[in-house]
T-cell receptor, first 112, second 110 residues
Framework: SQTIHQWPATLVQPVGSPLSLECTVEGTSNPNLYWYRQAAGRGLQLLFYSVGIGQISSEVPQNLSASRPQDRQFILSSKKLLLSDSGFYLC???????????FGPGTRLTVT | GQQVMQIPQYQHVQEGEDFTTYCNSSTTLSNIQWYKQRPGGHPVFLIQLVKSGEVKKQKRLTFQFGEAKKNSSLHITATQTTDVGTYFCAGPGTASKLTFGTGTRLQVML
């Protein structure tokens, strides 16, 4: 069976510090991978998606970036965090773009 | 771009009452998916509907896909406290991504 891991579960970072969130998927190959952000009580905002190694599509221009160094690894990064970067970051995978998505447990980021 | 709206945004019901959330897309969808997110948790896939007019049931949950494949509904019969959460619909938009609806938050009161 497939599993998706995200870490850390919670993170408190000062403004201006760097960020690296990692997501890995097990039990499948060549998945589509997605990064979402969710503000408290709000919907899902798609940040990045990837259909293959090294292929990244950005949905929202901001100070975040994503990379996919391996088939089942997706990394979300920032060089300098802003207060507005606080939120719940979710990684998800799917077999293809029309298929259902499976979400990881998420990382709660608070920028202070 | 494609927009997917859900109504209502919030719904408070007494335990045992029924609940319905509606999902409307600005474009025709090849399929519609429903997810549930418990408070503090991550979205969990519930079901996918593909055919026009399709109806599927999961215990007390009934999902329907509209004839024009632009709208959908989720109906919960006799709500329980375990039904609390936010329900999202989602449909394939432009290539490689789903467009998620705005969500309906359900609160069940004893």
């Amino acid at each position: 069976s497939q599993t998706i891991h995200q870490w850390p579960a919670t993170l408190v970072q000062p403004v201006g510090s760097p960020l690296s969130l990692e997501c890995t998927v097990e039990g499948t190959s060549n998945p589509n991978l997605y990064w979402y952000r969710q503000a408290a009580g709000r919907g899902l905002q798609l940040l990045f998606y990837s259909v293959g190694i090294g292929q990244i599509s950005s949905e929202v221009p901001q100070n975040l970036s994503a990379s996919r160094p391996q088939d089942r690894q997706f990394i979300l990064s920032s060089k300098k965090l802003l207060l507005s970067d606080s939120g719940f970051y979710l990684c998800a995978w799917s077999r293809g773009w029309t298929y259902e998505q499976y979400f990881g447990p998420g990382t709660r980021l608070t920028v202070t | 771009g494609q927009q997917v709206m859900q109504i209502p945004q919030y719904q408070h019901v007494q335990e045992g009452e029924d609940f319905t959330t509606y999902c409307n897309s600005s474009t025709t969808l090849s399929n519609i998916q429903w997810y549930k997110q418990r408070p503090g948790g991550h979205p969990v896939f519930l079901i996918q509907l593909v055919k026009s007019g399709e109806v599927k049931k999961q215990k007390r949950l009934t999902f329907q896909f509209g004839e024009a494949k632009k709208n959908s509904s989720l109906h919960i019969t006799a709500t329980q406290t375990t039904d609390v959460g936010t329900y999202f619909c989602a449909g394939p938009g432009t290539a490689s991504k789903l467009t998620f609806g705005t969500g309906t938050r359900l609160q069940v009161m004893l």
